[in-house]
């Protein structure tokens, strides 16, 4: 049980450069949420996704942020033209159950660096 | 907005003693999570407490919930150096509904 994984673990880009960040939930997790943490700041929601499906994509920023989660594969972020303030750490957590009965599994987070 | 606020935003002592951490949040909600985070690291799950719950244990661990005034309070019991971490709470109204957490209060335990 490799808990929930996500890579790269730190991410540098120049302004303009896309970047894709990628996680792979626990396994049997089938809900997977990414949050957005700026420096000394609580974790902010973007989106939640089930297999195939955006379930919850109100906290995405409008332009140039898109996620997915394939049927097959990991559940990808992705961050088109890079700004400065889209230096954060991006967060990804896995729940089995529709119910959070046990609360989430987060990773150990993208540190995304814009330069 | 339903987020969670903590406090103190940051506390600081001795191995040994008790600490405590408050949270309010503005909302109706289903369940109230805390997670521990260490620096540069991802959040731990720590404990779940249900709206009609108003007290739970796990281990060192004691979380009180009191939905009349919005709040909980994580209480960590002959704390040791290594529960130096920022500590989260988060609110949720169940279900698919995703997470609304605080800033966080800033544990530091002393040796």
């Known amino acids: 049980n490799a808990g929930v994984m996500q890579n790269p673990r730190h991410l540098v880009r120049r302004r303009g450069q896309e970047a894709r960040l990628r996680c792979s939930p626990m396994k049997g997790h089938s809900h997977v949420y990414w949050y957005r943490q700026l420096p000394e700041e609580g974790l902010k929601f973007m989106v939640y996704?089930?297999?195939?499906?955006?379930?919850?994509e109100s906290g995405m920023p409008k332009e140039r942020f898109s996620a997915e989660f394939p049927k097959e594969g990991p559940s990808i972020l992705r961050i088109q033209q890079v700004v400065r303030g889209d230096s954060a750490a991006y967060f990804c957590?896995?729940?089995?159950?529709?119910?959070?009965?046990?609360?989430?599994?987060f990773g150990s987070g993208t540190r995304l660096t814009v330069v | 907005s339903q987020q969670g606020e903590e406090d103190p935003q940051a506390l600081s002592i001795q191995e040994g003693e008790n600490a405590t951490m408050n949270c309010s949040y503005k909302t109706s909600i289903n369940n109230l999570q805390w997670y521990r985070q260490n620096s540069g690291r991802g959040l731990v799950h720590l404990i779940l407490i249900r709206s009609n719950e108003r007290e739970k244990h796990s281990g060192r661990l004691r979380v009180t919930l009191d939905t009349s005034k919005k709040s909980s309070s994580l209480l960590i019991t002959a704390s040791r150096a290594a529960d130096t971490a920022s500590y989260f709470c988060?609110?949720?109204?169940?279900?698919?509904?995703?997470?609304?957490f605080g800033k966080g209060t800033k544990l530091t335990v002393n040796p």
């Open positions: 996704l089930q297999k195939e499906n955006i379930i919850d």
């Open positions: 957590a896995s729940s089995q159950s529709f119910e959070q009965l046990y609360g989430y599994t």
């Open positions: 988060a609110t949720s109204k169940g279900g698919s509904e995703k997470l609304v």
